[in-house]
Nanobody
């Protein structure tokens, strides 16, 4: 059973940075995509970024382009989300997710495994 465990959330002032980590374990099949999603109170879960595990190709939602960077470490089975120039509107619970299909998707329904989430709060 795949387990995804996020860490690195917290409280930061606007303009600051945080790095989220997601450690994966229990995988017995080919990993295709790892993604980050977020959900603010009263809003739907939305796509933030994704990476194709084999090639490292990356994909970003428009609101975070140029500010967030997704990366992975094969040796640690870990995916990261470096978040810079944070804004109050980035406040949300951030979730790590894994997709077992070889085709890219930014739809949360297309991801098969999820972490428990980590809170990110950006104060103005």
């Amino acid at each position: 059973q795949v387990q995804l465990v996020e860490s690195g959330g917290g409280l930061v002032q606007a303009g600051g940075s945080l790095r989220l980590s997601c450690a994966a374990s229990g995988r017995t099949f080919t990993r295709y995509f790892m993604g980050w999603f977020r959900q603010a109170p009263g809003k739907e879960r939305e796509f933030v970024a994704a990476a194709r595990w084999s090639s490292g190709s990356t994909y970003y939602a428009d609101p975070v382009k140029g500010r967030f960077t997704i990366s992975r470490d094969d040796s640690k089975d870990t995916v990261y989300l470096q978040m810079n120039s944070l804004k109050p509107e980035d406040t949300a619970v951030y979730y790590c997710a894994e997709r077992t299909s070889p085709y890219y998707s930014n739809d949360y329904a297309g991801y098969d495994y999820w972490g428990q989430g980590t809170q990110v709060t950006v104060s103005s």
